[in-house]
């Protein structure tokens, strides 16, 4: 199983709380009728609830972890 750099979440409304405050701070979406809704979304796998982590997410909720998931995630 491959290693990915993640933020990981007690629950998927946390999880859902962070994407929000991406979200918000990232101006997603930038209109109403705008095909972009969101920066991220949330992944559920070997018993993880996370969000793969990048530059923009680790902005908002700091360095994230390894964790180890079967492809593909």
């Given amino acids: 199983m491959p290693f990915i750099k993640a933020h990981t979440f007690a629950?998927?409304?946390?999880?859902?709380?962070?994407?929000?405050?991406?979200?918000?701070?990232?101006?997603?979406?930038?209109?109403?009728?705008?095909?972009t809704r969101t920066y991220t979304t949330y992944q559920q796998k070997d018993g993880y609830i996370?969000?793969?982590?990048?530059?923009?997410?680790?902005?908002?909720?700091?360095?994230g972890i390894l964790i180890e998931v079967t492809l593909p995630f």
């Fill in 50 to 63: 996370y969000i793969q982590a990048d530059e923009v997410t680790e902005s908002y909720l700091g360095q």
């Fill in 11 to 35: 629950s998927v409304q946390d999880a859902q709380a962070a994407i929000d405050t991406i979200n918000a701070g990232e101006g997603f979406p930038v209109s109403e009728d705008a095909v």
